[in-house]
């Protein structure tokens, strides 16, 4: 599976932005999928991802109610709606493939990364 992510910049605190991954390949239809991000010195973190044949996404605990994730099937298309952006969410953000066992810890498959940064 390969993986194009889109839709990062500079925004201010309280903004909102939407990236874009555009996953690719004879599986891309069949996979989960899902985002994760790397704030400066921290490791890569799980943030929210859903996976083939479900009908909702999975969120972690520091984003659920402000992104929102969505997938477009037929387009093998999924965003990330990034809603009352904080500092604390800047950060590189990776669109990732997998497996259902697989996407919230271990994906496959990793995206380039597109950079976030909130300033105040």
Known sequence: ??????????????????????ASGPTAGRSSLGWYRRI???????IAAIP??????????????RFTMSR?????TIDLQLNNLKREDTAIYYCA??????????????GQGTQVTVSS
């Open 72 to 76: 477009d099937n037929p387009k093998n």
């Open 40 to 46: 400066a010195g921290k490791e890569r973190e799980f």
């Open 1 to 22: 599976v390969q993986l194009q992510a889109s839709g990062g910049g500079l925004v201010q605190a309280g903004d909102s932005l939407r990236l874009t991954c555009q």
């Open 52 to 65: 083939w044949g479900a009908d909702r996404p999975w969120y972690s605990d520091s984003v659920r109610g």
């Open 97 to 110: 493939a997998g497996s259902a066992m697989t996407i919230t810890k271990r994906p496959q498959y990793w």
